[in-house]
Antibody, heavy 123, light 107 residues
Framework: QVHLVQSGAEVKKPGASVKVSCMPS????????IHWVRQAPGQGLEWMGW????????NYAQKFQGRVTMTRDTSINTAHMELTRLGFGDTAVYFC????????????????WGQGTLVIVSS | DIQMTQSPSTLSASVGDRVTITCRAS??????LAWYQQKPGRGPTFLIF???TLESGVPSRFSGGGSGTEFTLTISGLQPDDFATYYC?????????FGQGTKVDIK
């Protein structure tokens, strides 16, 4: 059974950085992308990017380019998302999601989701 | 970026009702559309991919249709567990984008 367990809530000051962890289990960690999606309070979902746990390759939404870094540690089967220069608009729940199998004929984009990590930016 | 627009934003319904949610893309996305269900305080649950393929384990009362720019999610015979918010999401082009959500609540 697939589970993605995320690190706990964080409170940060404006200008600080935050690093959120995601620990999947129940499948081969390096076989599927890990995506990061955030949700501001009472708002919809926003895709931030992905990391390929096998190669370490990343693809970030342009909105977050220069501020986000997605990494993975294959020794402990964990993915990380670090967001720098936090502003009040970064207050949100951050989700990791396991990508599914994707090819030219079919794709499961976000097949399983973590429980979310609340990040509060407050002075 | 591809804009995804859902309608309605809120839908009031009763147990047993058939409900339909519409999702429109600002440009053609072929069949590259997924649907998710989200309940308060939880991560979304994956329902449908490739516009109309039901994910394993999802009840058959859920169905999806459409292609190009117009898509639908239908729940045939609403159950108490189905009261939630539903999101569509396109994966034709990066950045992948979501609709704003449709809340299905109890009439």
């Amino acid at each position: 059974q697939v589970h993605l367990v995320q690190s706990g809530a964080e409170v940060k000051k404006p200008g600080a950085s935050v690093k959120v962890s995601c620990m999947p289990s129940g499948y081969t960690f390096t076989a599927y992308f890990i995506h990061w999606v955030r949700q501001a309070p009472g708002q919809g979902l926003e895709w931030m990017g992905w990391v390929n746990p096998h190669s370490g390759d990343t693809n970030y939404a342009q909105k977050f380019q220069g501020r986000v870094t997605m990494t993975r540690d294959t020794s402990i089967n964990t993915a990380h998302m670090e967001l720098t220069r936090l502003g009040f608009g970064d207050t949100a729940v951050y989700f990791c999601a396991k990508g599914g199998s994707c090819d030219t004929t079919s794709c499961r984009p976000f097949q399983y989701w973590g429980q979310g990590t609340l990040v509060i930016v407050s002075s | 970026d591809i804009q995804m627009t859902q309608s309605p934003s809120t839908l009031s319904a009763s147990v047993g009702d058939r409900v339909t949610i519409t999702c429109r893309a600002s440009q053609s996305i072929s069949k590259w559309l997924a649907w998710y269900q989200q309940k308060p305080g939880r991560g979304p649950t994956f329902l449908i991919f490739d516009a109309s393929t039901l994910e394993s384990g999802v009840p058959s009362r859920f169905s999806g249709g459409g292609s190009g720019t117009e898509f639908t999610l239908t729940i045939s015979g609403l159950q108490p567990d189905d009261f939630a918010t539903y999101y569509c999401q396109q994966y034709n082009n990066y950045p992948w984008t979501f609709g704003q959500g449709t809340k299905v609540d109890i009439k």
